[in-house]
């Protein structure tokens, strides 16, 4: 009846009214969160399989809002992608990142890798080398211990991609590919450009059915042959480690080893280990 037909018109737009306005509303706080410094740094060990040592610490954003506690990534940094946003917070990631993995190795932590996320939006800035080159500068990192990870659809403009990716290599400075095998890349563009390290996404780890776990393998021989190092994922499991270990997976990374952690728990896992 249209009298239903209206009730279900109206449900609809309210619905659809809340999560506008919950939008809007992040979209507004996200700019204040970072003058008010709600948002920090949580670092994740990357470690390697076959000795067990920490070999690199993932760097990723949280924002703690006083109300709402603290807000995933996965909520904001689209949002932050979308309204440009992502502009500063990447570059204040950066310089916190940067920073801290400077500080540890001022108190005579072992120096680390320290990974950094960047967005597409943040990559195609033509000035964004220049820009990653002054934090290192302005925060004294050797560019050796920076990595970062770009995800595959980046590549995808190979004119664009490849001149950056050459700059960054003769910096000194590392880039890792994300989430590999959810995205479209060309496995030639794979092979002529300078990356160090693939990252198999943890959709695969998470669900080794048999054909994940085919596609683990291809992945692993793939960077094998290419000489690119592979770090798995979300490795939740001690059978998910047991079958990467069989293939000789390079990497992992996963709440199997150690969540994401603010700096003071970094710290007390570095003394651990
Ligand atoms: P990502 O780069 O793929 O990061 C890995 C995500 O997996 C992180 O989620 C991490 O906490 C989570 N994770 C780690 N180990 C496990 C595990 O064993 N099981 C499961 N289920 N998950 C695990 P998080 O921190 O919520 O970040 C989500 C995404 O947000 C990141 O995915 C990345 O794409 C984006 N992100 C986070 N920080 C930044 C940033 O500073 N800049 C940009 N551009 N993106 C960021
Ligand atoms: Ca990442
Ligand atoms: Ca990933
Ligand atoms: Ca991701």
């Not at 399989?49 to 006083?66: C, D, F, N, V, Y």
């Not at 920073?99 to 108190?107: G, I, M």
């Amino acid at each position: 009846t249209k009298e239903e037909g209206n009730h279900r018109f109206r449900f609809f737009t309210s619905d659809l009214q809340v999560k506008l306005l919950e939008k809007s509303f992040l979209e507004m706080e996200l700019r204040q969160a970072l003058d008010n410094k709600q948002f920090s740094l949580h670092y994740q060990p990357q470690i390697d399989l076959a000795t067990g040592l920490i070999k690199g610490l993932e760097a990723l954003a949280r924002w703690e809002h006083p109300e709402r506690g603290f807000i995933a990534p996965n909520r904001f940094i689209p949002i932050a992608e979308e309204n440009g946003f992502i502009l500063q917070l990447g570059a204040w990631v950066l310089r916190q990142a940067c920073r801290q993995a400077k500080a540890w190795q001022d108190k005579g932590f072992l120096p680390l890798r320290i990974s950094v996320n960047v967005s597409m939006r943040q990559f195609i800035q033509p000035a964004f080398v220049e820009d990653v080159k002054k934090i290192l500068a302005e925060t004294g990192l050797d560019p050796a211990y920076l990595n970062l990870e770009i995800t595959e659809s980046m590549m995808s403009d190979v004119q664009q991609c490849q001149p950056k990716l050459i700059e960054l290599q003769q910096a000194g400075i590392s880039v890792s590919i994300d989430d590999f095998g959810t995205g479209y890349s060309s496995l030639l563009y794979l092979s002529k450009f300078p990356i160090s390290h693939l990252k198999i996404d943890q959709a695969f780890i998470g669900e080794l059915s048999k054909e994940n776990s085919m596609i683990v393998k291809a992945i692993i021989d793939l960077a094998k042959n290419l000489n690119l190092n592979v770090i798995a994922e979300g490795v939740e499991t001690s059978e998910q480690e047991n079958f990467l270990k069989e293939l000789k997976c390079d990497e992992v990374q996963g709440y199997y080893y150690a969540k994401p952690m603010p700096w003071n728990e970094v710290e007390k896992f570095l003394n651990r280990t």
